[in-house]
C-alpha cells in the first residue's frame, strides 16, 4: 500500500466539544493525499461516539487506549501509528484551513529538506469566529539551527501551538518521539 503524502495525527481525550468541528474541517481539505490518525485516550465522554461516525471515512484511521496514558504517550501512539513522510499535529480543539493542506505541500515541495515547519494561525473562539488574526511573521523563511536557538532564547516556542507544525519523517525518527 502507498502512503499518503501526509498524515494528519490526533491525540484525543474527552475533546466532544469542539471533536466534530475539528474532524469535519480535516476531512474537508481541498488536498486529498492524506491519512488522518485519530487515538483515543480512553475518553469517558462522548468522543468515543463521536469518532464512531468517522470510521468509514477512507482516509480515518482511529485507535483507542484502554486506560488514559496523558498527551505524550498519546501523540507518540499517533505518531507509530502514521505512515507518511511529512506529518501534520493537530489538536482536538483546531480547526484547519480547507486549503491547509494544500498549502503544506507547495512549501514542503519547495523546501523537501527542511526537519520542521509551523505557520501562523488565526486564534478563534468557542463558536468558531477568529477572535484574533495570525500576525505577520517577520521572521525568515528558513531559519538556520543558531536564529532559531537565539528566537527560542527569547521568545519561547517559535510554533506556539502544536497545531501549527509539521515535520518530516526522517527528522523525526532521527531526534526521537515526545
Known amino acids: 500500500m502507498r502512503s499518503p503524502r501526509f498524515s494528519v495525527v490526533l491525540p484525543v481525550y474527552n475533546g466532544a466539544h ?15 493525499d492524506y491519512e488522518l490518525v485519530v487515538v483515543d485516550d480512553a475518553s469517558t465522554d462522548d468522543s468515543t461516539n463521536i469518532l464512531a461516525t468517522y470510521r468509514g471515512h477512507k482516509q480515518t484511521r482511529i485507535f483507542r487506549h484502554e ?6 504517550p498519546t501523540l507518540n501512539d499517533a505518531l507509530r501509528q502514521s ?4 506529518i501534520h499535529l493537530l489538536g482536538q480543539d483546531d480547526q484547519m484551513k480547507r486549503r491547509c493542506l494544500e498549502r503544506w505541500d507547495a512549501f514542503w515541495r519547495e523546501h523537501p529538506t527542511l526537519g520542521m515547519a509551523y505557520c501562523q494561525r488565526d486564534t478563534i473562539d468557542e463558536s468558531g469566529a477568529i477572535i484574533e488574526s495570525a500576525p505577520d511573521d517577520q521572521t525568515p523563511t528558513i531559519l538556520s539551527t543558531r536564529q532559531v536557538a537565539q528566537i527560542s532564547f527569547y521568545h519561547g516556542s517559535m510554533p506556539g ?11 523525526l525518527d532521527e531526534v526521537g518521539l515526545f
Open 83 to 86: 505512515r507518511a513522510p511529512l
Open 18 to 32: 469542539y471533536l466534530r468541528e475539528c474532524l469535519d474541517s480535516i476531512l474537508a481539505q481541498t488536498f486529498d
Open 161 to 171: 501551538n502544536i497545531a501549527s507544525v509539521v515535520l518530516r519523517r526522517e527528522a
Open 67 to 72: 486506560k488514559n496514558e496523558g498527551l505524550f
